[in-house]
């Protein structure tokens, strides 16, 4: 049972540089998030969806953006990488909104050099 | 704004030890509050989602509680195992956002 699968697990980036953190859920959950944690820190929310085609900002959305084309996936495109970027980025889903429990995948390391 | 504070940032305990995780909130007008596992390299496990309807939750070894009206939930460990060695970082969610506020987490680690 994969549940959410991000790739890739680890990359480094230049300043100015693009990339896309891919994200996958089996279990067919309408909602998705992603968060960054920050060393030290709690999460803080990115983007979230609340199903196919449907898209909204979280807490701290700039410098990223988001689709969300099927219910299974859902990158985070990161443009004109900057060295604040640097950060473990969680993907998340839950079958229920923010209220019920999420499921997280092992997270995407990513360092901007 | 809603905070979530986590006291200790970390926790050290020899096995066997009962214990106990505290998170207080800001804000009363809560939906729910989670707890979550966090071990190094991964992601995020749900351990427990207690309503805000709901004074406790339980699961195994795990007991965690809820006070909405003083702003405080705690998790309660019992007969601790080398095994629980992790971060456990609570969350809560609020009624008409859909974002989960979460703590900077309570490094525990048990020492055999």
């Known amino acids: 049972n994969a549940g959410v699968t991000q790739t890739p697990k680890f990359r480094i980036l230049k300043i100015g540089q693009s990339m896309t953190l891919q994200c996958t859920q089996d279990m067919n959950h309408n909602y998705m998030y992603w968060y960054r944690q920050d060393p030290g820190m709690g999460l803080k929310l990115i983007y979230y969806?609340?199903?196919?085609?449907?898209?909204d900002k979280g807490e701290v959305p700039n410098g990223y953006n988001v689709s969300r084309s099927t219910t299974e996936d859902f990158p985070l495109r990161l443009e004109l990488a900057a060295p604040s970027q640097t950060s473990v980025y969680f993907c998340?889903?839950?079958?229920?909104?923010?209220?019920?429990?999420?499921?997280f995948g092992d997270g995407t390391r990513l360092s901007i050099l | 704004k809603q905070e979530v504070t986590q006291i200790p940032a970390a926790l050290s305990v020899p096995e066997g030890e009962n214990l106990v995780l505290n998170c207080s909130f800001t804000d009363s007008a809560i939906y729910n509050l989670q707890w979550f596992r966090q071990d190094p390299g991964k992601g995020l496990t749900s351990l427990l989602l207690?309503?805000?309807?709901?004074r406790e939750q339980t699961s195994g070894r795990l007991n965690a509680s809820l006070d909405k009206s003083s702003g405080r939930s705690t998790l309660y460990i019992a007969a601790s195992q080398p095994g629980d060695s992790a971060t456990y970082l609570c969350?809560?969610?609020?009624?008409?956002?859909?974002?989960?506020?979460f703590g900077k987490g309570t490094k525990l680690t048990v020492n055999p």
């Open positions: 969350a809560v969610s609020q009624g008409g956002s859909e974002k989960l506020v």
């Open positions: 207690i309503q805000s309807s709901q």
């Open positions: 969806s609340v199903g196919a085609g449907i898209t």
């Open positions: 998340a889903s839950s079958s229920y909104p923010i209220h019920g429990p999420q499921h």
